[in-house]
């Protein structure tokens, strides 16, 4: 993420909520939804104006009126360097309590920049495990806001909360105090494919027939197999999901 810098012009308005800047961009990329720090304080980036009408973003060398919120506007001064907080700028129970509140997506940390900190942090063998476990969590958390953000179907983005999902049990174990109900996440995955493994099979026999879409899809229904397989050791035995996962991994091999 690029850590944008602003310089301030003026002072506009202010008051306890937030106010109004004119401000010059001198690094980076300003953009609606950067947090800004002020010492220890911050500062939320709302809305950006230029030549009268509202942008999402504006690079080095030029200028905008900027909508700030945090009482700290009012205390700004001309000249005065405000540089936004890159996500490792924050700590653990700050973005805890940050997800908590449900931000606007286009708050920072942007949803990609933080599911990639949050998944280094939670495979950190130097952490200890209830830290990487608040890790993991912050990591899904972050992979749900990444697919609303960019509008990822279900079956796209299954495979990616089925990973960090799969390594939290792999790594703690199953249950709510490790990474999750295993049979569950499997019972989910399995809800997001309409087709029954001989259905799928029988396409990926003649694949090469089929129309594109019906091409992709097949790769998407294949992509959450490995995942299905990963969680199998820990469903119970005799479990008819178990079979369900093991026709599933017999089909793999026929998808493209």
Same mark, same amino acid.
């Given at each position: 993420?690029?850590?944008?810098? /602003?310089?301030?012009?003026?002072? +506009?308005?202010?008051?306890? @909520?937030?106010?109004?800047?004119?401000?010059?961009?001198?690094?980076?990329?300003?953009?609606?939804?950067?947090?800004?720090?002020?010492?220890?304080s911050?500062?939320?980036?709302?809305?950006? +104006?230029?030549?009268?009408?509202?942008?999402?973003?504006?690079? =080095?060398?030029?200028?905008?009126?900027?909508?700030?919120?945090?009482?700290?506007? =009012? /205390?700004?001064?001309?000249?005065?360097?405000?540089?936004?907080?890159?996500?490792?700028?924050?700590?653990?129970?700050?973005?805890?309590?940050?997800?908590? @509140?449900?931000?606007?997506?286009?708050? +920072?940390?942007?949803?990609?920049?933080?599911?990639?900190? =949050?998944?280094?942090?939670?495979?950190?063998?130097?952490?200890?495990?209830?830290? *990487?476990?608040?890790?993991?969590?912050?990591? /899904?958390?972050?992979?749900?806001?990444?697919?609303?953000?960019?509008? @990822?179907?279900?079956?796209? *983005?299954?495979? +990616? /909360?089925?990973?960090?999902?799969?390594?939290?049990?792999?790594?703690?174990?199953?249950?709510?105090?490790?990474?999750?109900?295993?049979?569950?996440?499997?019972r989910?995955?399995?809800?997001?494919?309409?087709? @029954?493994?001989?259905?799928?099979? =029988?396409?990926?026999?003649?694949?090469?027939?089929?129309?594109?879409?019906?091409? *992709?899809?097949?790769?998407?229904?294949?992509?959450?197999?490995?995942?299905?397989?990963?969680?199998?050791?820990?469903?119970?035995?005799?479990?008819?999901?178990g079979?369900?996962?093991?026709?599933?991994?017999?089909?793999?091999?026929?998808?493209?």
């Amino acid at each position: 993420m690029s850590i944008a810098e /602003l310089q301030v012009y003026s002072v +506009e308005e202010a008051d306890v @909520t937030g106010g109004v800047c004119v401000v010059r961009c001198i690094g980076g990329v300003a953009r609606a939804g950067q947090v800004y720090a002020v010492g220890a304080s911050r500062m939320g980036l709302r809305h950006i +104006e230029r030549h009268g009408r509202p942008v999402g973003s504006f690079d =080095a060398g030029h200028t905008a009126k900027v909508h700030f919120s945090g009482a700290i506007v =009012a /205390l700004l001064s001309r000249g005065q360097v405000l540089t936004s907080v890159p996500p490792d700028g924050h700590s653990l129970e700050d973005l805890e309590a940050w997800l908590a @509140t449900g931000p606007p997506l286009r708050d +920072e940390p942007h949803p990609r920049t933080l599911r990639v900190l =949050a998944g280094v942090r939670m495979r950190d063998e130097r952490l200890p495990d209830g830290i *990487r476990l608040r890790w993991g969590r912050v990591a /899904l958390a972050a992979t749900h806001r990444c697919a609303a953000a960019e509008g @990822t179907p279900e079956l796209v *983005r299954a495979p +990616e /909360l089925a990973c960090v999902h799969s390594y939290l049990i792999e790594q703690f174990g199953p249950g709510p105090d490790g990474g999750g109900d295993p049979a569950a996440l499997c019972r989910d995955l399995l809800a997001l494919i309409d087709l @029954t493994p001989a259905q799928a099979a =029988a396409q990926g026999r003649v694949w090469r027939d089929l129309p594109h879409h019906r091409i *992709r899809h097949l790769r998407r229904i294949k992509s959450l197999i490995p995942w299905l397989a990963v969680l199998r050791p820990h469903l119970p035995e005799h479990d008819p999901l178990g079979s369900a996962v093991d026709a599933w991994v017999q089909a793999r091999a026929l998808l493209p």
